[in-house]
């Protein structure tokens, strides 16, 4: 598509765009009696309008029913996570029994790593990208620690070729024929969150298991914003946050998947009593009897107040499709890096887009390198009502998500970066 840089052409755009209509279910932050021009949907989110109802429903109910909320509330708490299952799996591209809605995103990466880093004789490492975020690393390098070994020596860190900013395919497959007996695990994002390359979940988890390896993946960045097919790429197992992408509050409750070729099998887990089989949960046995589902790797009862946050952001995921936006995400993200590109040539080139161009290696997400002094226009941007996000020493990160922002938005991101530019 041919993009022009005018008001009219971004709200004929927005005119044409069949997803436009969601824009008006959230609340946006204010900037001078307008909408802000919000890119931090891949920090936090926008709230649903409906947001405040659904909380107010468990809290009535609560007042109403006491303990018999757990069956008599209107969605019954004691089986809430299961309300969920259904869009999540539709979401991330899983069978119904391979998806659980429970805890938050580092602690769900601990469990589940608890489950697929085994490290025995020789397979101890684990290959992750450049710079994951930390949280992660911190995961990592704690169970290589609790099994007794060194995380110096078993995180892998794939770093990209000298003068480039993101990782090639072929790179990490050929790093992980290379470690292949001694490789434990791939974990990989899905979208890295510093440089917004999305990973190709399938070609990586072929290569790992190609060399016996579990294949997870952290999708903070990937759900909600790219069409993931978990079950059908065949990775072990994956976990996300909901509050990016999602929509479903700050700290709101995560997700898990699990390979429907790993239920049912007496994987090493930590376990508690949510994850005992349902139907004998209240005998209240001393013998824990897994699910025979994701949910096995369920700890606690359902923390309802954020589900319920979490099921109006999935209901509205579920009425917009993930391939409908996803498609308006392409085009989203390819007029922003269009519009980024003109302001950088009139400056003589100060912007590197460092998030690869092809489509199927990003998201709704760009990364730029600034050159000068990157840290005043991202202030100059703020104090104009953009919300971007600014990563020490010189990234600038923006996500044009496609649930709620516009080609307007766009459009009128690209005036006010001209402005901010001209300082
Ligand atoms: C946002 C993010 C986290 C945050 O973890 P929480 O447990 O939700 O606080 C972890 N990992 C990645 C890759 C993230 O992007």
Partial sequence: MTFENTLSFAQELDRQDPLHPFRNEFLFPQYKERNAIYFTGNSLGLQPKAAAAALKQELDDWAQYGVEGHFHAKHPWYSYHE??????????????????????????????????????????????????????????????????????????????????????????????????????????????????????????TTAAHKVGAFAGFDLAHAAGNLHLKLHDDGADFACWCSYKYLNSGPGGVAGAFVHQRHLQQDLPRFTGWWGHDKKERFKMEREFKAMPTAEAWQVSNAPVFPMALHRVALEQFDRAGMERLRTKSIQLTGYLRWIIEGVSAEQGGMFTIITPKDSAHNGAQLSILVKGDGRSIFKRLSERGVFCDWREPDVLRMAPVPMYNSFEDVYRFGEALKAAVAG
């Fill in 83 to 204: 309300e969920l299952t259904g869009s999540t799996a539709r979401l991330v591209g899983a069978l119904p029994e391979e998806v659980v809605v429970m805890n938050q995103l580092t602690s769900n990466l601990h469990f589940l790593l608890v489950s697929f880093y085994r490290p025995h004789g020789r397979r101890v490492r684990i290959l992750t990208e450049q710079r994951p975020f930390p949280s992660d690393t911190y995961a990592f390098a704690s169970h290589i620690k609790f099994h007794g070994l060194d995380p110096d020596a078993c995180l892998v860190e794939l770093q990209p070729r000298a003068g480039e900013y993101t990782l090639r395919p072929e790179d990490i497959t050929s790093k992980i024929a290379e470690l292949g007996d001694e490789l434990a695990l791939v974990c990989f994002g899905g979208v890295n969150f510093l440089t917004g390359q999305a990973f190709d979940i399938k070609g990586i």
